[in-house]
């Protein structure tokens, strides 16, 4: 469904025919409820770039959309079926990504989010990032709050949120006719329900050819009438080869708490990473970043030989809460770290509310959100990317709080 | 899988071949999951007429089957998928059908009817007809009863039951061969569990070419050995045009009583609807209709300017019940009006039990339920068929009682 | 996808291409998660034999994969889509399988674990044989255990775990070069979540062409790192013809007990069933198997007459405990028995637990299943079979315990 002619023959017509360049952008619809559109495989050839669009077969994943954008140096696997999660990133010797032991990428057909006391969505996580979200993000359990009535209102919330099993209603695949012919997957995925939340997120991940970063840039929007909480956290989950044994992590810290006793207790170790460790319990740190002059943060994930690294970058004005997650647990229990800056921290949406880090969204209202991803090759290159971070901390002194801030039973 | 030839080549034949009349209808089979059958496109002309199939795609939409029957006048869609349901009617400017937030036309795949505390089923509601039911088709919440051995059996219902998002095992398109050759879509809908009902639905939606109106006539049959209890409820939903500031509905009724409080509050405005208005309580009211001589009734809502008017008629014997959903909230949030003939009230089904409002099917045993929906164009045509109903009222005094039956916490 | 040549080129070039021998076995790969293949229609035609794969259509079966072997003397079908589970064996007059009220054999995807509080298994049970498993295999309810920080975890189980509700990411045939040619069908199904059990169950069923009888042969692996509890029970299911008004189990029994106090009240009768009887309540006896010399057990099924029987032979080192469904409920509500063999009882883990039968597996640690099941056609075979039980029983009187274990509330 290609709205304009194919890039190569617009290429050959550049000069001939300037009259085209009207035409901004060419837009490819790979899907759309709307229009009845569902492309079993699509590519598109660029020359030194591609995108390609294939559906999964097998097991759990079949009919699972996947997306494979190719801008010469990085490899990005999309998956609009997951709402529009992204599975890898493979750029040479590094990967974004990790090994879960979930098998497959998995139809949300067969993820059951109320399964195992709420747990569900642990049955199909295997993406570097999946967003947690919109109507809730955190942790499973009852929440509760006054009604409209006066009374009390309960739901039973289950792990991270519905967005990350809902598919997409619209991908396309947009290539912008101006330098520097940034590649855009655009997707947009509902997230309404009658007597509910009737938010609307547009997701965008887009590359310049021949970049080692990419750009992730999403809009939520709030189709209501009424004021509507909201939560969103990006959930990038990294492992080998860039997590190991001594792998560090750098951010700007204004605080960080741990998540409960048991990260309580390592706390002072929170920025450095264990080779994968049997039986390791999870870690989780809650910061509040601190910004350069523009508003702007960012976190790297370094190997332990510091010559490989990856960074975030954005605005807490946006995302003012980052959870670092350390899971170095036993290769094939998971070994991983999450690197997730969100609205929020992944407590139940009962304690997010009561600390005041539940959003709304007034009716029409939108949020936008803008994560910078980069690969940093090299000592010189990784030592740079941490100055970055350093530069932002300067003398500031990161508030260490030695008890969290909530107490949760179970997880 | 046309059992018998095409249409147009049988009206050609049609006095060449009269022996093939003996074959007094053709069908045609869409899907059967007992020949392992499924029609992903399928289209039939009969000059004045269609009946077409296909097989949407994108987003939560995916794999799902639609049927539009087109009688000429009428434009009638169909959802194999969801258990039948009827998703629009259209109509020159007249529309039965509303804009819910919902957006796609939901694969139940996607549903988990026990989402949000058994609310999952809000999920997916955006068709003008839904059946609930059929083992339960009210408010979700614990239903309890007396078992075999004498203690008492719990079980959580989920909002409104699941044969909405039940896909039918069989469809089939039958011709009359007759005068004014009735025609017929029909499917079959088994809700049977091992340890549960066996309950199957024959539902059947039917035109004449040319006409104005339609009828659905279902019936549904215990399959199983044992005495089993059913609810069906025809959740019928109107929105604008028909639906708007001015618009009512009319009903012969007998009694009426508020669903809860709010509703009490506005009792005597029941019949009056308002503009699309945000923060919109739903407030619902339960009908006894009263019946003619012959044991009918009739429903009508009419739009504001008294030119354009839907009506539905039942015979109380079969449906008893009727219950009026208001639910005028903003346009975006849903703004909808349910008319909705049922064997019982959307209580939970421990009220209705208790209440006397939950018929029991004997094994083998079969319930018929035919509803005949009109559209009406014109003041004259609406007053014609707004008199029917005050005919039937005649100088009856309903009962209107201030008080809910039942009060429910929560929803 | 065949990574050999097809047999029966092979066959003509036996004597002629003996280096070919060299591949012991001819793989043929229906579905694979990991090569992305899934085949919509497959057909491997042996002569005497021979393999079919078709998906299913219509209702709740679109898109249910089927594999069908027959070796000349039987047909099996296996349902890789519901991992791996066997649903039907067909040979002359006798059939394995039985009349489950539910119709079509359903997607996992329209099934609801959860539902009808932990009961969902439920509505897609109609297989001959399903395995129960594998993280849990028997009632729903909630179970609870000591964690690792010291405190107590709770998890609401549903019946009958999950491993008959995932679709097998891996599926292929293999034909053996070697006499006498046996046929493979061999899955792997993942019951794999984050913070949850690594298991991975390889099914193989397999058959001699032209034998009356065919094995299955199970492995599961912990691909974790921590010790890991699991749970297998083979709910193999004999309804008409082979069950009937005077049909007989026989098994040799070391000890027996009834699973509830209904069960109890009829132990003295358990070997023998009734016919379809409207309102039948289900009789579980659980029984710890006596081996012959070499550690084997057999159970066997026979029909009225005495001159039909299938036989099951398995090691209770494997699978220590069996236990024996009777459902001799009317055929519409499913007349049916289960001869189980499993590592322990239905009971919910909990109980299963504290009486010592829920195995662990070490990390990287497998543990083997194999059942042989036999048919047996004459009175002279199958009285034979009935001898080899009582062979073994020898002169052994079975403890008959006439108290349950466990009190059980509800089911």
Redesign the interface.
């Known amino acids: 469904m290609a709205h304009c002619h194919r890039l190569w023959i617009l290429t050959a017509l550049w000069f001939v025919l300037p009259a085209l360049s009207v035409c901004a952008q060419q837009r490819y619809v790979l899907?759309?409820?709307?229009?009845?559109?569902?492309q079993e495989r699509w590519r598109l050839n660029g020359g030194q770039w591609s995108v390609e669009k294939?559906t999964?077969?097998?097991?759990?994943?079949?009919?699972v959309d996947l997306i494979t954008i190719d801008n010469g140096v990085l490899e990005i696997d999309l998956i609009p079926t997951r709402g529009m999660s992204i599975y890898e990133i493979r750029s040479g010797d590094i990967r974004l990504g990790w090994d879960?032991?979930?098998?497959?990428i998995v139809?949300?057909?067969?993820i059951?989010?109320?399964?195992?006391?709420g747990?569900g969505w642990?049955?199909g996580?295997?993406e570097w990032m999946v967003r947690c979200g919109l109507e809730f993000a955190g942790h499973p359990g009852t929440d509760e709050w006054e009604n409209?009535?006066g009374?009390t209102?309960?739901?039973?919330l289950?792990l991270h949120g519905k967005i990350g099993n809902?598919?997409?209603?619209?991908v396309e695949v947009i290539i912008d006719s101006d330098a520097p012919h940034r590649i855009r997957i655009r997707g947009v995925v509902?997230e309404?329900?009658?007597?509910?939340p009737?938010l609307k997120l547009t997701t965008e991940v887009s590359v310049v050819p021949g970049q080692d970063s990419f750009r992730i840039n999403d809009t939520i929007e709030n189709?209501?009438?009424?004021d509507q909480e909201f939560q969103i956290i990006y959930h990038a989950n990294f492992g080998a080869p860039l997590l190991g044994d001594g792998a560090k992590v750098h951010a700007a810290v204004k605080s960080i708490a741990p998540m409960d006793r048991?990260a309580a207790e390592n706390i002072d170790n929170y920025a450095t990473y264990l080779p994968p460790t049997?039986?390791f319990?999870e870690q989780v740190y809650l910061v509040e970043p601190l910004t350069d002059e523009n508003g702007a943060t960012v976190a790297v994930l370094q190997n332990a030989a510091g010559d490989r690294a990856a960074s975030m970058h954005w605005t807490p004005e946006q995302l003012p809460y980052l959870t670092i997650w350390k899971n170095t647990?036993?290769t094939?229990?998971?070994y991983v770290t999450g690197i997730e800056p969100g609205t929020g921290y992944p407590y139940n949406r009962k304690i997010e509310r009561a600390a005041g880090r539940v959003p709304k969204l007034a009716?029409g209202q939108t949020r936008q959100f803008t994560l910078d991803i980069g690969l940093h090759r090299g000592q010189e290159n990784v030592a740079a990317i941490v100055d970055a971070v350093k530069s932002i901390q300067g003398d500031r002194q990161p508030v260490v709080k030695r008890e969290p801030e909530a107490v949760v039973?179970?997880q």
């Open positions: 899907t759309s409820a709307e229009q009845n559109i569902h294939k999964l077969h097998g097991g759990k994943q079949e009919g879960s032991p979930v098998e497959n139809h949300p057909g067969l059951d989010l109320e399964s195992r006391g747990l642990l049955e996580f295997n409209a009535g009374g209102t309960t739901m039973d289950s809902i598919p997409a209603s619209e509902y309404k329900f009658f007597y509910g009737k189709l209501g009438t009424q048991h049997t039986g319990v647990a036993a094939a229990d998971g009716p039973s179970g």
